[in-house]
Structures are given as structure tokens and as C-alpha cells.
């Protein structure tokens, strides 16, 4: 175990469906990322929260929202989804950005699949 | 394209052989991590090399970095079956004064028992 844990592990969705997926840490740490991992693509980093502020939002599109309501507590919102953002979607939390970037902690991912 | 590149992107080895794996990337760092990844699972931090530091060890693991070739390798000596797995690369790209780590793609290892 990481300290870093993701729920629900599987998501089946339609495209006309809300969701949303929550990631908690146990770390103490500052610093929470949403990331994309789809078959042969890189890992996308999709939003960074740094002491609970959105300091990063990589072009994500708004179907996508992301709410950090505590250091410990990260969701993504999910709403009238495609079926091309079916993917993993993992959770990780580090020590607050600052000069650099430190080690990075993930969860197990959610696995979603948009019908 | 991303900022952190595998080579090779496929690696089979059979078990007790070295498996070497290559990563380059294309602006200045702070830092390189190496990440593992069990097949559906989440990522796991390896070992993290500073951009002042040439060569690391952790156990089975020797990362060196070459700043001057922008270019970083991972060694993992005697491999075992259960070393089966992706390995990433990731580097903190500046990006409008914050660092953004930025994954390469991955080579996957397969060690044949």
C-alpha cells in the first residue's frame, strides 16, 4: 500500500452519465494529481492541486472537473464523457511543489470505460 | 512530443540477466525519477537522481544520469520474474516558473522464469 487510495477501482459510465471518482491520501502531503493513462500514450498529467489551490490544468477538457475541498481529499467529476476517455485514471500525491519536484506517490487508478 | 523518452520500448530477458532500459529527454531538470508499473496497477517511485548527481544505487537498481546528453539509464542486475513490469522515466519540466513531472512512455519488461 501506497497510502493513496482511489475509489471505485472499475467504472462503467454511459456518455450521458454523472460520476465522480475520489482519491484520499494519508501521506500529510500537499500536493494531489489527477493523471490519464491510456494504451500507448504517455501518462498525461491532467490537474495539479498544491496546498489545495489548482495550480496546473494541462488543456484538460471541461467535461473533466476536479475539486480539492482538503490536502487529503481529491475528486474528478465526471460528465457527458466520450468513449476515447476511457483509460486509467490515477491519483498521486508528493511533499508541496516547490523548486523541483518530489517523489510521487499513486494510487491503484480507476479503471473507466465510457460505453 | 513528451518531454521523457524509453528506450526500448520492449525488453525480454530471461531471469539472472541484466536489463538495461534508456530514457532522454529534451530540457534542463532538477530532477530524473524512475517509476514502476505492475500491469493495471499504479506507479511506484523507484529512485529519484538529482541533476548534480552521475550515478545512484538502490539494491538491484543503477541509475545514471548525463546531463550533458540529456539522457538517463536503469540497470536492474540479476533480474527476477517478479521484476516483470513497465518502468517510466519522469523529469520536472519548467513550465511557467512551476515544474510539471512529465512520464516518458515506458519500456516493458518481461524476465522469462
Known amino acids: 500500500e501506497t497510502g493513496v487510495t482511489q475509489t471505485p477501482r472499475h467504472l462503467v459510465m454511459g456518455m450521458t452519465n454523472k460520476k465522480s471518482l475520489k482519491c484520499e491520501q494519508h501521506?500529510?502531503?500537499?500536493?494531489m494529481y489527477w493523471y490519464k493513462q491510456s494504451a500507448k500514450k504517455p501518462l498525461e498529467l491532467m490537474f495539479v492541486?498544491?496546498?489545495?489551490?489548482?495550480?496546473e490544468n494541462n488543456s484538460v477538457p471541461s467535461r473533466f472537473s476536479p475539486e480539492c475541498p482538503n490536502s487529503s481529499h481529491l475528486f474528478l467529476h465526471l460528465h457527458t464523457l466520450q468513449p476515447e476517455d476511457s483509460a486509467l485514471y490515477l491519483c498521486?500525491?508528493?511533499?508541496?511543489?516547490?523548486?523541483?519536484?518530489?517523489?510521487?506517490?499513486f494510487g491503484p487508478g480507476t479503471r473507466l470505460t465510457v460505453l | 512530443s513528451q518531454q521523457g523518452e524509453e528506450d526500448p520500448q520492449a525488453l525480454s530477458i530471461q531471469e539472472g540477466e541484466n536489463a538495461t532500459m534508456n530514457c532522454s529527454y529534451k530540457?534542463?531538470?532538477?530532477?530524473l525519477q524512475w517509476y514502476r508499473q505492475n500491469s493495471g496497477r499504479g506507479l511506484v517511485h523507484l529512485i529519484l537522481?538529482?541533476?548534480?548527481?552521475r550515478e545512484k544505487h538502490s539494491g538491484r537498481l543503477r541509475v545514471t544520469l548525463d546531463t550533458s546528453k540529456k539522457s538517463s539509464s536503469l540497470l536492474i542486475t540479476a533480474s527476477r520474474a517478479a521484476d516483470t513490469a513497465s518502468y517510466f522515466c519522469?523529469?520536472?519540466?519548467?513550465?511557467?516558473?512551476?515544474?510539471?513531472?512529465?512520464f516518458g512512455r515506458g519500456t516493458s519488461l518481461i524476465v522469462h522464469p
Open positions: 498521486a500525491s508528493s511533499q508541496e511543489m516547490g523548486q523541483g519536484w518530489n517523489e510521487q506517490f
Open positions: 501521506l500529510g502531503h500537499n500536493a
Open positions: 492541486y498544491n496546498f489545495k489551490e489548482q495550480t
Open positions: 530540457t534542463s531538470i532538477n530532477n
Open positions: 537522481i538529482r541533476s548534480n548527481e
Open positions: 519522469a523529469t520536472d519540466a519548467e513550465a511557467g516558473g512551476s515544474y510539471i513531472p512529465t
